[in-house]
């Protein structure tokens, strides 16, 4: 343990020095605001951005990414909100009640528990990931898809809690969400599938951020329009010192046990390969709410539903990277680009990196402490500046929320066909709202459903229809599983040549 | 509401159907030795949906869920109003995308939007029609290297001058 301590302090004095101490504050700065551009998330960010770090040496880049993906992590929040439109697909749950806290005048309190959570979340996940990286590397990878998919069926379950008391209603909106995560090529069989009459738009499916920001963008803001006769204000106090502070403990006295439950959750959930932040956050959520004393405060504007998502996200950001590193699996769309970074650098991840290149490992784990430091402070300076937008008047932010919509549903997949699904998904589900439909389990479905859900749902299926899922793995898959599972621990034994 | 509630039921089911049948284009079975079929999926969670909205109708009909027991209507005067000052400006805003560019359909609905909804100073509004898709273009194409839409070829002149300035 002592020679964990003794790397890990060369690690934070790495990332402390001037260079990659530059790069953690502009990475983390440029994160916050891609996180925050609907349509935009850290894995843009980071594809994007990748090329400018073949200037600096690998340690460097690599701190630079991570950063980024840190802020983004931070920025997915501010969207949810301040707009009401989920940054990214890992900021959704934190619309359930974080925009109703805006809508009610509490956006700084809303803003600052997501901000305390997301360090929280982040810190417990460094100090697992400092300790425990080997143990947790050789229980994620033990997941095969059996339990993958008994994983994303628990977060279903929850999902029906989102929906209120119109079980049939949430139901319906789970299995549209689902049927329309189907749309286009199946990965499994190759075949075209429900692509409606041969348009070429449905062949690449349909992107979650075009459901997302149809229903949220465009739909709530109709319903918001309609139901306050476009008469809101708002009535944001002034961002003081003594505010946020006392909104920080406000905050964490009724956020406590979602921060807690998303720091663990999201850091396990995020460690398996290809669940990443988004089941994260969304099963966090729904734990929390589960086991809430009041449950039904949830979705009007509950602390807790924005730090146990929040919480989560930055843990399982952190989480994500463990396969990565360890085993050379990526658990995230974004990791698997630092992956595809790493081996461009001459780097192979792996049990051996930490054997062969213990000064660039232990610098980018020194690094996600400095980052979730700096994400922090940055997060909280940036505070004034998203309060101020929820100052303007109504018509101006609505306004800008539809051309957020817009420019962000064309980004999401730079195709005009799904800027008007994304409004004809905004007329529907304004419709839909005010027949006491929830869209929520919708998109938490299309965003998990993914290839996720149905690849590990076919992978886990049973050759013979008698068979149960758990027997559903052959004798053979089983003992390669084995061996992997034992050649790989016998493997991450930290600092041993 | 009751009416709008049976209704939407009634056009959920007839779309539950038609995923039902598109569905089964595909293998909607198990094929034995490789699993359940490409359109199995889709189809079986059509059912479930048709099932759903047979209860909400049956729930509708015995004034059993919020919406049936209401006696307002779905959209009143205002509400289709709304719909369609706003919901047609947005409307409006897309198909403009692809004639005057993404920068420009923003600008003109914009000025849309904040003048003739808002009922805005011009000022206002030309402050923000000008500077949003300005800075939109700089963020989106400068820094993060995304090319929106830019419509019909008589704006290429002006996006040559832009882009000799970013690149």
């Known amino acids: ?497 | 509401m009751r009416r709008a509630e049976l209704i939407m039921a009634g056009v959920l089911a007839l779309f539950s159907i038609y995923l039902m049948w598109k569905s089964a284009e595909l293998e909607v079975g198990f094929i034995s030795g490789e699993g359940p079929g490409g359109g199995a999926w889709p189809f079986w969670l059509s059912a479930i949906m048709l099932v759903c909205t047979g209860v909400i109708a049956y729930n509708g009909i015995r004034r059993k869920s919020p919406p049936s027991q209401s006696d307002e209507p779905l959209l009143d005067r205002y509400g289709w109003k709304m719909l369609l000052e706003v919901g047609g400006g947005i409307f409006g805003f897309i198909a403009l995308i692809d004639i005057v560019s993404m920068y420009g359909a923003m600008c003109i609905f914009l000025v849309y939007y904040l003048k003739f909804l808002g009922r805005h100073t011009w000022r206002l509004t030309m402050m923000f029609a000008i500077v949003t898709p300005v800075v939109f273009f700089f963020f989106f194409e400068g820094l993060m290297r995304i090319t929106m839409p830019k419509g019909l070829p008589f704006t290429e002149p002006l996006f040559n001058i832009l882009y000799e300035l970013i690149y």
């Open chain 1, 1 to 497: 343990m002592l020679e964990v301590v003794g790397f890990l302090g060369d690690g934070l004095w790495s990332a402390i020095q001037p260079r990659n101490l530059l790069l953690i504050v502009i990475g983390v700065t440029l994160g916050l605001f891609i996180g925050a551009m609907p349509g935009l998330g850290s894995v843009n960010g980071v594809a994007i951005l990748l090329p400018i770090t073949f200037l600096v040496p690998p340690a460097s880049a690599i701190i630079f990414l991570a950063a980024i993906y840190y802020g983004a992590m931070y920025g997915g929040a501010i969207s949810s909100i301040t707009l009401g439109i989920p940054g990214a697909s890992t900021a959704v749950a934190t619309t359930f009640d974080g925009r109703p806290l805006a809508l009610q005048g509490k956006a700084r309190l809303a803003l600052v528990t997501a901000a305390i959570a997301s360090f929280i979340g982040g810190t417990v996940a460094n100090l697992l990931f400092t300790g425990f990286a080997p143990l947790l590397a050789s229980v994620a990878l033990s997941f095969g898809p059996p339990e993958i998919f008994a994983l994303m069926l628990l977060a279903f379950a929850t999902f029906v809690g989102l929906g209120g008391d119109d079980i049939p209603k949430t139901l319906f909106s789970i299995c549209i969400g689902l049927v329309l995560a189907a749309v286009g090529f199946d990965q499994i069989s190759g075949e075209p599938r429900l692509i409606f009459g041969g348009i070429s738009g449905f062949m690449h499916g349909i992107n979650f951020l075009v459901l997302a920001i149809g229903v949220y963008g465009i739909g709530e803001m109709l319903w918001t329009i309609d139901s306050t006769r476009g008469k809101i204000t708002s009535t944001e106090a002034k961002m003081t010192v003594k505010g946020a502070v006392s909104d920080a403990k406000l905050g964490m006295k009724r956020g406590w046990k979602g921060t807690a439950i998303g720091s663990f959750l999201g850091f396990f959930v995020g460690i398996l390969p290809a669940a990443g932040a988004t089941p994260g956050s969304l099963m966090a959520y729904g734990v929390t709410k589960l086991t809430s004393k009041n449950p039904e405060e949830f979705g009007k504007g509950h602390p807790g539903g924005v730090a146990a998502p929040e919480a989560a996200n930055n843990s399982a950001s952190t989480g994500s990277m463990l396969p990565m590193l360890t085993l050379g699996i990526p658990g995230s769309p974004t990791t698997a680009i630092l992956l595809g970074g790493m081996v461009i650098w001459g780097l192979t991840p792996g049990p051996r990196l930490f054997v062969d290149q213990p000064d660039f490992v232990w610098g980018l784990i020194g690094s996600f402490y400095i980052s979730n430091i700096f994400a922090l402070i940055v997060n909280l300076s940036f505070i004034p500046v998203f309060i101020w937008m929820l100052r303007m008047p109504f018509t101006i932010l609505a306004a800008m929320i539809f051309v957020l919509s817009v420019v962000g549903g064309y980004a999401a997949t730079r195709d005009m066909h799904d800027v008007w699904l994304m409004f004809l998904f905004g007329i529907v589900g304004y419709l839909l709202r005010k027949l006491n439909y929830p869209v929520a389990p919708a998109v938490l479905a299309i965003v998990v459903a993914g290839p996720t859900l149905r690849a590990a749902a076919h992978a886990a299926a049973p050759n013979r229809p008698a068979r149960g899922l758990t027997h559903s793995m052959t004798t053979a898959h089983r003992s390669s599983r084995r061996r992997i599972n034992r050649r790989s621990r016998s493997r991450l034994i930290w600092n041993s040549g």
